[in-house]
């Protein structure tokens, strides 16, 4: 699995520098026409051309009577898959590597490409560090502690969480971690019904939740949750000192830095695992409350965490600019890992209360935290000096809360206006829906479809 894994990273690299140089090879800065297949073309999605090292981008290509080819243009990733019988006629040893995990590697670098055309970034080369797992879609057997994965054979393994009655396996990622492997399953059960979501006219109830250091969860309703602080802690701190320091102390390359770099690693994945468990139990706390609606903060974790910007005197020399003391904050709002926390509340609220419980989900609000405990709950009054810490006295009115149930609750209202104003703007669509003409024939003049959009947009 080892060797199949460094294959794999060496044939996801390859494939990305295959598509970077046909793409620089056949740089155009417009959209152009394809003379062969006269239609308009984009270089950004058909940047593979017939003589690069991805083959033909036309699959067995036919002509009609006006000369026009038949069959549509191939993406870059189906070529390349296409390709693979000629990779391990080329380089035999990847023969030895089960053909649908090839595939799923490929499929990999279509998403990357994908979240890149998105607007995120662009994909980058893997190394040791960051390429770590392969994905089976197919011929995955699991009999109590034994599981038979395709060209590996049977093993043993330990059965965490036995797959109920009903449920077919889809895929399987087998997953290198400092301290073994790690086999995740994808199961499917065709029977459950989708998901329903509550129609925004029935959220009655909203919850505002404040995520913070000092204490990770303020609620709206005065409840706080603790931050254990898992690698943030004095004791947690002082022992990843002392690994760290062994490893930098090592010969770099060495068999001893290697060891030391493996224990530094698996104390890492320890408070990996303790944060995740931790945060499925608070997600899990937040939304078995009696509410119909969660109220988030809607953060940008990334933009938080960066650096802060250089500050320069007239002559062109550096400047203190407070990075030093925000290198602590940055390292405590890693270790509270408020996205993760976002991602588990969200899908504990749609999905695991409507399969387990047998009921609606709930609504997950995201709203704008700005100035939320800046902001005073009895005049409006909004300044920086109203906060001190914890503290929150209104220098207008003398109002005087704690300052992140303060936010807690102004996070929870701003939530019931999202909720409100939406709920009039469904309510003024079936007013109008009402006043169409029967005459009118369009689908956009039945009621029901017009509800349906508003709930779809709603869910978007």
């Avoid at 995740?184 to 459950?192: A, F, L, P, Q």
């Avoid at 690994?243 to 994945?269: D, E, I, Y």
Wanted: aromatic content about 8%.
């Amino acid at each position: 699995m080892s060797n199949w894994v460094n294959m794999l990273r060496s044939h996801y690299n390859w494939c990305l520098g295959d598509r970077i140089s046909q793409y620089n090879q056949q740089y155009i800065q417009c959209e152009y026409c394809d003379l062969r297949a006269k239609s308009e073309a984009c270089p950004l999605t058909c940047f593979v051309s017939k003589n690069g090292a991805t083959g033909s981008p036309w699959k067995n290509t036919l002509f009609d009577k006006e000369g026009k080819p038949k069959n549509p243009r191939r993406s870059p990733g189906d070529i390349q898959i296409t390709a693979l019988p000629e990779l391990k006629q080329a380089r035999p040893w990847y023969g030895g590597i089960d053909s649908t995990i090839l595939q799923q590697n490929v499929k990999r670098l279509d998403i990357a490409y994908q979240n890149f055309f998105d607007g995120r970034g662009f994909p980058k080369f893997k190394n040791r560090s960051n390429f770590t797992s392969f994905t089976y879609s197919m011929g995955v057997k699991v009999q109590g502690s034994k599981i038979y994965l395709p060209k590996l054979g049977w093993m043993r393994f330990h059965n965490s969480r036995p797959i109920p009655n009903g449920f077919t396996i889809k895929a399987a990622t087998v997953r290198q971690r400092q301290d073994g492997w790690f086999l995740s399953i994808r199961i499917e059960d065709k029977t459950v019904p989708d998901y329903i979501a509550k129609p925004l006219a029935e959220v009655k109830k909203v919850i505002g939740c404040d995520l913070g250091i000092t204490k990770l969860v303020h609620l709206s309703d005065r409840y706080q949750i603790d931050n254990p602080k898992f690698s943030t802690n004095k004791k947690t701190r002082l022992i990843l000192k002392i690994r760290q320091k062994s490893v930098s102390r090592k010969a770099k390359g060495s068999n001893n830095q290697k060891k030391s770099a493996k224990k530094l690693g698996r104390l890492h994945k320890r408070i990996a695992d303790k944060r995740q468990a931790y945060q499925w139990k608070v997600a899990n706390k937040i939304v078995s409350r009696n509410v119909d609606g969660i109220a988030l903060e809607d953060l940008n974790v990334s933009g938080m965490m960066k650096r802060c910007r250089v500050k320069t005197d007239n002559r062109g020399r550096f400047m203190p600019n407070g990075q030093s003391r925000k290198k602590g904050l940055n390292r405590a709002i890693a270790d509270a890992g408020w996205s993760d926390l976002i991602l588990k509340i969200e899908y504990l609220a749609v999905f695991a209360l409507a399969c387990r419980r047998h009921q609606q989900g709930k609504v997950v609000i995201k709203v704008n935290p700005q100035n939320s405990s800046r902001e005073c709950r009895s005049c409006g009054h909004i300044h920086a000096s109203n906060r001190n810490r914890e503290k929150f006295i209104c220098t207008e009115c003398g109002y005087h809360e704690h300052a992140d149930i303060g936010a807690a609750k102004t996070i929870r209202d701003r939530g019931l206006e999202i909720v409100r104003r939406d709920s009039a703007k469904l309510g003024a669509r079936h007013l109008n829906a009402q006043k169409i003409s029967p005459r009118s024939k369009s689908k956009r003049s039945e009621f029901g479809n017009l509800i349906n959009q508003d709930i779809k947009a709603a869910k978007s």
